[in-house]
């Protein structure tokens, strides 16, 4: 597609469940970051995939947050047993190479998830 | 770890007021550095990327420097709109982006 698009663009659960957040890249996109924005902390790194591997996990707050992603394509962040401190939007971004030089990313509009 | 300040947190402008919005990082070992707006409930927009070796990068009625020794960019808009109204972002990258906390900027018509 033409932009980095994200699914759902809103998700509400309740606490302990589980959810899974997608995110589908810039075509061509070797490199993809997840990103979470909260009103306490900021716009904060979760995890960067360059291909299908994860070099960077250094962000995921907690073994509850779990990411992949496939083909080098499309990315799934997973969080098990929601909490409310889990409330956040989270933004998904892309690149063309995750070195140095054409590594402008582009983001998503993001999805809200709100934990009840 | 990285830094990220920016300053000031709030501007509240007359329509054609210039705008300067200043934003600082600590370890000066980056790639480059992205401007973003933000509109509330949207995402990200990149304005501007300045990469390391460069002073200046212009767009339109935005400009924004980088002086990475001493670890400060600023981002000018010239001749502001009521459109220009939302949060800007500067962030910081050594492959992963590092953000401040932004600056809202209100417009008045």
């Known amino acids: 597609g033409a932009g980095v698009s994200q699914s759902p663009s809103n998700k509400v659960t309740e606490k302990g469940k589980d959810v899974e957040l997608r995110c589908d890249p810039i075509?061509?996109?070797?490199?993809l970051y997840w990103y979470r924005q909260s009103l306490g902390q900021g716009l904060e790194f979760l995890i960067y995939?360059?291909?299908?591997?994860?070099?960077?996990k250094s962000g995921l707050p907690s073994d509850r947050f779990s990411a992949e992603r496939t083909g080098g394509s499309v990315s799934t962040l997973t969080i098990q047993r929601t909490q409310q401190e889990d409330s956040a939007v989270y933004l998904c971004?892309?690149?063309?190479?995750?070195?140095?030089?054409?590594?402008?990313?582009?983001f998503g509009p993001g999805t809200r998830l709100t934990v009840l | 770890k990285q830094e990220v300040t920016q300053i000031p947190a709030a501007l509240s402008v007359p329509e054609g007021e210039n705008l300067v919005l200043n934003c600082s990082f600590t370890d000066s070992a980056i790639y480059n550095l992205q401007w973003f707006r933000q509109d509330p409930g949207k995402g990200l927009t990149s304005l501007l990327l300045?990469?390391?070796?460069?002073r200046e990068q212009t767009s339109g009625r935005l400009n924004a420097s980088l002086d990475k020794s001493s670890g400060r960019s600023t981002l000018y808009i010239a001749a502001s709109q009521p459109g220009d109204s939302a949060t800007y972002l500067c962030a910081v990258n050594d492959y992963k982006l590092s953000f401040g906390a932004g600056t809202t900027v209100t417009v008045r018509a």
């Open positions: 300045i990469q390391s070796s460069q």
């Open positions: 995939f360059q291909g299908n591997s994860a070099p960077d």
């Open positions: 075509s061509g996109h070797t490199a």
């Open positions: 971004a892309s690149s063309f190479s995750g070195g140095a030089g054409d590594n402008e990313q582009f």
